[in-house]
């Protein structure tokens, strides 16, 4: 079970970039994204939701029939089903986030909070797909395979990439960023209307 919570934990950083892109969407405006930002953010969540439900299951049948002496290939399978799901997601997030960073590039380089943001988002991105690929092998070959069983593949090709993914995003905190950009705008939109305003006045 602990094995299995381990490899759902990254779908919630996935939720988070999705999460981020949406509202980099907003930012930049609707046309540099090939689907309307609330139709994209709810299809990603409702495969997220299928996805983690998947491996859940999974590990939960697996560990009690390890429990029960009897085989885990029924919840194994499951969970490789799931995980493989996510990792098809992840690439499709990929061409997504691939396709908005490219139409809204101008903007982008324009604006050191976007582009850090921007940047953080690839990185992430690149880590959890390494991270998932590595954990759809390590799966297929089951609970005594060879990536399984030593740690230093869990170390290097789970572990670290994790740790990149999530550090990368809190050093480079959408959040924040994403708020001083919003400031900005307001602020900029503002010192465009008040002109207007002085001259109705005068």
Request: proline content about 4%; some cysteine; glycine content about 10%.
């Amino acid at each position: 079970m602990q094995t299995a919570t381990l490899i759902m934990g990254p779908a919630w950083t996935q939720a988070g970039v999705y999460v981020a892109l949406w509202v980099l969407i907003t930012i930049l405006g609707g046309h540099v994204s090939p689907l309307p930002p609330k139709t994209y953010l709810f299809i990603c969540f409702c495969i997220d939701v299928v996805c983690l439900t998947l491996q859940a299951t999974g590990g939960g049948l697996a560990g009690a029939a390890n429990t029960k002496g009897e085989s885990t290939q029924p919840g194994t399978t499951t969970m490789v089903v799931g995980i493989i799901a996510q990792l098809v997601s992840a690439f499709l997030f990929s061409i997504m986030l691939v396709i908005v960073l490219q139409r809204g590039a101008p903007q982008i380089r324009k604006n050191k909070s976007m582009f850090y943001v921007s940047a953080a988002m690839v990185l992430s991105t690149v880590m959890m797909i390494l991270r998932g690929f590595y954990r759809s092998v390590e799966l297929v070959q089951g609970w005594t395979g060879y990536l399984i069983t030593h740690q230093r593949y869990v170390i290097g090709l789970d572990a670290v990439p994790m740790l990149i993914a999530m550090g990368v995003l809190a050093i480079f905190n959408p959040g924040s960023l994403f708020e001083k950009e919003k400031a900005r705008l307001s602020k900029n939109e503002g010192e465009e209307k008040s002109p207007e305003g002085t001259e109705q006045s005068g």
